[in-house]
């Protein structure tokens, strides 16, 4: 990882923001994938709704990578930004940054992801984007 990815964007708001807890944990004691892949689908709806200006489903997870184990008391930020816009899906890229906050803060990207919404109307039927 480079530097950049060992501290929070500067340039841009999280979508979420959390503290990993102990209900969120696996057998072994560390923060439960799924746990995370939860708030990752999250944090991409919110950049794809902002975008669709409607509901969004969640069609496909494109690409997951975990990075580093999250664990209690981490603070996770999820930075959500779409990145391609088709006629009714939105493409969007998600990065997760755990804060160790036990660890005087220090800051650690741990997953990555793309995944693809797409726009419903009131039917939860496909609908157009519109273009910007």
């Not at 708001?13 to 072994?28: E, H, S, V, W």
């Not at 923060?31 to 990752?40: A, E």
């Not at 741990?110 to 984007?129: C, F, G």
Request: net charge neutral; glycine share 6%; with cysteine.
């Amino acid at each position: 990882m480079t530097s950049t990815e060992e501290q929070l964007p500067t340039d841009r708001q999280p979508t979420t923001r959390l503290m990993a807890m102990p209900a969120d944990t696996n057998a072994a004691g560390d923060i439960f994938g799924g746990w995370i892949m939860s708030q990752v689908d999250i944090a991409g709806s919110v950049a794809a709704l902002r975008r669709a200006g409607s509901r969004v489903v969640t069609v496909a997870v494109n690409e997951f990578q975990f990075h580093k184990p999250v664990f209690v008391g981490d603070l996770i930020s999820c930075y959500a930004n779409v990145t391609r816009v088709g006629n009714t899906s939105i493409t969007v890229f998600v990065e997760v940054f755990a804060e160790r906050l036990r660890d005087r803060g220090q800051c650690t990207k741990v997953t990555e992801a793309t995944l693809t919404y797409v726009a419903v109307d009131q039917q939860r039927q496909p609908k157009t984007v519109d273009p910007l």
